[in-house]
Structure formats: structure tokens, C-alpha cells
């Protein structure tokens, strides 16, 4: 842990009374960025990701690394001085990331309006599952129903199979980067707008990756075409896909453009594709491309991975093998680039988690300390940053406030 390193974030206060993945993963970028990050939580019972696995010995593992660069405290938001208390901290802070249902915030008497009566400069990341408006804005959203709403799930798997849905909370950490990413926006808009920079930031969560999804959009307004379930990128552009090679290895091939076609068919020693009409371009390729996919396999299986590989980067094709968790521990590139760090944790030693990005050259972000345990800043907060006495946090702690 660097505690020398700032980030380009310092000196912004953030109150994150988020849970799960979405919201709070924004609000740890922010925090490896140098923001300071007060995670709020319940008494006695905390985050829900905190009993989320995989485990050791009870311990969470995805905490850790999910959670990290944040102070924890708890407040009960149902309870009047809670509320106080709460005000209190939005009075000294810059921005609060938030994701419960739909008026939840209002029903407990903290929503943007009533906050903003204590911080006119205050900026509120709002994070659903559809969004603050619409006919679906009072619905409860999670990940995965999102991530089938967005469009994505429909066109992932065979057309022989039912869709399926990825493997991790995809939606979740993408939603997480808008998050960090029209914060920083808004924080860098109110510099400018010293009265009128407080706002409101609201975000559903299929349309982080709905965003993505222009392509879609194009060919269903312009061609009517619905696009189906493909494995790949079946397509967009020919060769592309799965391959696998001589060692028994998968590998990842693409050539997005004419002339890394044209290098790949140099590697290959099979120059005679470039003259040939059906693959000549990559729009006569899309028209062939079970065929031209399958002299790719052919040529790819007489080698090693390895042998593979320094085959392509020499001839400048991208290529990468399907790295396992295991492949990406030993590969050289990851530890060149540290993004896999180790730290301490109180209770399980050493632990390895995911290194911070990106990498700024003058205010490097950096681990200033480990996911909290739950109410572990409790003292620090009430007491040093609201000034409440030590008798005063005691007798929060007797009424369940904290």
C-alpha cells in the first residue's frame, strides 16, 4: 500500500451508500484515483456483497479488492438522527452514489431536493436497474435481468441452444465505469459553474451496455435485420473466431480490416487468397466465411501456441490465446504492467487483487488501504470529521443509530 501517492482525485470527498457491484465498483475507481470514499452501511448488517463468494474460511475474497480505498461507518436511514447525522456528512462532502429503488431516498427524507438544501454544490449518482423515469423506474434491477433487457443476452450462444447470459456480473462493472466516468465529468462541470454545478446523475443499468450496442441499432432501423444468436464475430469480419492449435490450445483470431487479412495470408505463406474473388475483401470474406475460417484452422493446427503466436506478432496479426486465471498469474506482460498487486489482509495474510488503472504519470493512483471492516471508521468519521464526542458515538451505538 502507497501512501505517498495522492491521485488526481484528492481532496474530493465521496459518501457511497451503494451496494453490491454497479455503484460501488464507481466508487472504487474513484477511491484508487485518490478520492477519499465513506462507505455507509447498515448496523450489524453491512453490504450484501460482503456475503457474496467465493470464500476462505468465512472470510469474503471478492471484498477485499471490490471494497477497497473506502472508510466504512454505519447509519440506519430509517431512524431520524440517522437521517441527521447523514446531512451532516453531505454538508462536507462532494458527492453521493446511491442505488436503491426509485424514491426510496425521498421516503426517508434525503432525497437530491432535501440534500440539497444543506449542499447546493452537491453532485448525486442515482444507479437503478432502468433508470429514474419510465414505466419501468419503480422495478427492482439486477445485473443479469438488465443485461437480458439491454439486448446483450439475445445474442450470445447457438441458434440451436437457448441465449445465455455472461459468466460474472458484466453489466454491473461496466455501469461502474459510466459511474466513475460522469462523476469525474460532473466534479470537472461544477469547477466551472460554482453555483449551479450541483446535479443529479442518473444511470439505468442496461444502458451501459445498450450503449454499446450502435451496430444493432444501424442494421435493425436501416436493413430491418434482427440480428441473431452467434458465436464469435460472425458477421463483422472474416477470418475471426475460436482456434485451436497444435498443443491442444485455444486461441483467438480476428482481422477487422483488408490489410491485416492481407498479413495474415502472408504469414500463412498463402498469398494465393489475395487474388482469389472470394476472399479478396473483407465483404467477399463475409460471404464465405464458414470457408475461409476453416483454411485459417487448418493452417493454425500444424503449430504450438507458442510457435503460433511468434508467427503473427512477427507478421503484425492480432492474435491472443484464451487465458485462464492460472495463464494470467504467470504471464509476464500482467506483472510488467502490475496488474495483479499483493497486500496484506488482517486476517488471511497476503492476498493478490486487480492493480489500478489506468495509469496517470504524474498522480498515479494507488491502494491507501484494504476493503473495511464493517463500522471500522466509525470513530474517525463522527468523531473527527462532525466532531461528535466519544460519549456521543457510544450512545449511537446503544440506540442501534450506528
Same mark, same amino acid.
Given at each position: 500500500? &502507497?501512501?505517498?501517492?495522492?491521485?488526481?482525485?484528492?481532496?474530493?470527498?465521496?459518501?457511497?451508500?451503494?451496494?453490491?457491484?454497479?455503484?460501488?465498483?464507481?466508487?472504487?475507481?474513484l477511491g484508487d484515483l485518490g478520492a477519499e470514499v465513506i462507505k455507509i452501511e447498515m448496523p450489524g448488517r453491512g453490504d450484501s456483497l460482503r456475503e457474496?463468494?467465493?470464500?476462505?474460511? /468465512?472470510?469474503?475474497?471478492?471484498?477485499? #479488492?471490490?471494497?477497497? &480505498?473506502?472508510?466504512?461507518? $454505519?447509519?440506519?436511514?430509517?431512524?431520524?438522527?440517522?437521517?441527521?447525522?447523514?446531512?451532516?456528512?453531505?454538508?462536507?462532502?462532494?458527492?453521493?452514489?446511491?442505488?436503491?429503488?426509485?424514491?426510496?431516498?425521498?421516503?426517508?427524507?434525503? #432525497?437530491?431536493?432535501?440534500?440539497?438544501?444543506?449542499? /447546493?454544490?452537491?453532485?448525486?449518482?442515482?444507479?437503478?436497474?432502468?433508470?429514474?423515469?419510465?414505466?419501468?423506474?419503480?422495478?427492482?434491477?439486477?445485473?443479469?435481468?438488465?443485461?437480458?433487457?439491454?439486448?446483450?443476452?439475445?445474442?450470445?450462444?447457438?441458434?440451436?441452444?437457448?441465449? +445465455?447470459?455472461?459468466?460474472?456480473?458484466?453489466?454491473?462493472?461496466?455501469?461502474?465505469?459510466?459511474?466513475?466516468?460522469?462523476?469525474?465529468?460532473?466534479?470537472?462541470?461544477?469547477?466551472?459553474?460554482?453555483?449551479?454545478?450541483?446535479?443529479?446523475?442518473?444511470?439505468?443499468?442496461?444502458?451501459?451496455?445498450?450503449?454499446?450496442?450502435? %451496430?444493432?441499432?444501424?442494421? %435493425?432501423?436501416?436493413?430491418?435485420?434482427?440480428?441473431?444468436?452467434?458465436?464469435?464475430?460472425? #458477421?463483422?469480419?472474416?477470418?475471426?473466431?475460436?482456434?485451436?492449435?497444435?498443443?491442444?490450445?485455444?486461441?483467438?483470431?480476428? $482481422?477487422?480490416?483488408?490489410? $491485416? %487479412?492481407?498479413?495474415?495470408?502472408?504469414?500463412?505463406?498463402?498469398?494465393?487468397?489475395?487474388?482469389?474473388?472470394?476472399?479478396?475483401?473483407?465483404?467477399?470474406?463475409?460471404?464465405?466465411?464458414?470457408?475461409? /475460417?476453416?483454411?485459417?484452422?487448418?493452417?493454425?493446427?500444424?503449430?504450438?501456441?507458442?510457435?503460433?503466436?511468434?508467427?503473427?506478432?512477427?507478421?503484425?496479426?492480432?492474435?491472443?490465446?484464451?487465458?485462464? +486465471?492460472?495463464? +494470467?498469474?504467470?504471464?509476464?506482460?500482467?506483472?510488467?504492467?502490475?496488474?495483479?498487486?499483493?497486500?496484506?489482509?488482517?486476517?488471511?495474510?497476503?492476498?493478490?487483487?486487480?492493480g489500478i488503472v489506468p495509469k496517470f504519470s504524474n498522480t498515479p493512483g494507488s491502494i491507501q488501504r484494504i476493503a473495511p471492516d464493517l463500522g471500522e471508521?466509525?470513530?474517525?468519521?463522527?468523531?473527527?470529521?462532525?466532531?461528535?464526542?466519544?460519549?456521543?458515538?457510544?450512545?449511537?451505538?446503544?440506540?442501534?443509530?450506528?
Amino acid at each position: 500500500m &502507497n501512501s505517498l501517492n495522492k491521485g488526481p482525485l484528492d481532496g474530493v470527498r465521496i459518501l457511497d451508500i451503494s451496494t453490491m457491484i454497479a455503484a460501488p465498483y464507481g466508487a472504487t475507481l474513484l477511491g484508487d484515483l485518490g478520492a477519499e470514499v465513506i462507505k455507509i452501511e447498515m448496523p450489524g448488517r453491512g453490504d450484501s456483497l460482503r456475503e457474496m463468494g467465493p470464500f476462505k474460511d /468465512n472470510e469474503p475474497l471478492r471484498w477485499p #479488492g471490490l471494497a477497497r &480505498n473506502k472508510k466504512s461507518i $454505519t447509519l440506519d436511514f430509517h431512524k431520524e438522527e440517522g437521517q441527521k447525522i447523514f446531512r451532516q456528512l453531505v454538508e462536507k462532502s462532494d458527492v453521493v452514489i446511491e442505488n436503491f429503488r426509485s424514491g426510496t431516498l425521498e421516503k426517508w427524507n434525503i #432525497g437530491y431536493e432535501a440534500l440539497k438544501e444543506v449542499n /447546493n454544490e452537491l453532485i448525486m449518482m442515482r444507479v437503478t436497474g432502468y433508470g429514474q423515469t419510465g414505466p419501468n423506474a419503480h422495478k427492482a434491477g439486477f445485473g443479469t435481468p438488465a443485461t437480458a433487457y439491454s439486448g446483450f443476452t439475445y445474442l450470445h450462444g447457438f441458434k440451436d441452444r437457448p441465449p +445465455i447470459s455472461p459468466s460474472f456480473s458484466l453489466v454491473d462493472y461496466i455501469t461502474g465505469v459510466y459511474v466513475a466516468f460522469s462523476i469525474s465529468a460532473s466534479l470537472y462541470y461544477r469547477e466551472k459553474d460554482k453555483e449551479n454545478g450541483g446535479q443529479v446523475i442518473d444511470m439505468g443499468l442496461y444502458e451501459s451496455v445498450f450503449r454499446m450496442m450502435e %451496430f444493432l441499432v444501424a442494421d %435493425f432501423d436501416q436493413n430491418g435485420i434482427i440480428k441473431e444468436r452467434t458465436p464469435g464475430l460472425s #458477421g463483422h469480419s472474416a477470418p475471426a473466431g475460436t482456434f485451436k492449435t497444435k498443443d491442444g490450445h485455444w486461441v483467438v483470431l480476428v $482481422t477487422s480490416s483488408d490489410s $491485416t %487479412f492481407n498479413r495474415l495470408a502472408k504469414a500463412m505463406k498463402q498469398e494465393n487468397l489475395l487474388e482469389d474473388k472470394r476472399f479478396y475483401t473483407n465483404s467477399a470474406r463475409l460471404q464465405h466465411f464458414d470457408h475461409i /475460417n476453416s483454411i485459417v484452422q487448418n493452417w493454425i493446427e500444424h503449430y504450438t501456441r507458442k510457435e503460433l503466436q511468434i508467427i503473427l506478432d512477427d507478421h503484425g496479426v492480432p492474435i491472443s490465446s484464451i487465458n485462464s +486465471i492460472k495463464d +494470467i498469474f504467470e504471464d509476464e506482460h500482467y506483472k510488467a504492467r502490475e496488474n495483479i498487486i499483493e497486500v496484506d489482509h488482517p486476517r488471511l495474510g497476503k492476498i493478490k487483487m486487480p492493480g489500478i488503472v489506468p495509469k496517470f504519470s504524474n498522480t498515479p493512483g494507488s491502494i491507501q488501504r484494504i476493503a473495511p471492516d464493517l463500522g471500522e471508521h466509525n470513530d474517525d468519521v463522527l468523531g473527527e470529521l462532525l466532531g461528535y464526542s466519544s460519549e456521543d458515538i457510544e450512545g449511537f451505538k446503544e440506540e442501534k443509530i450506528i
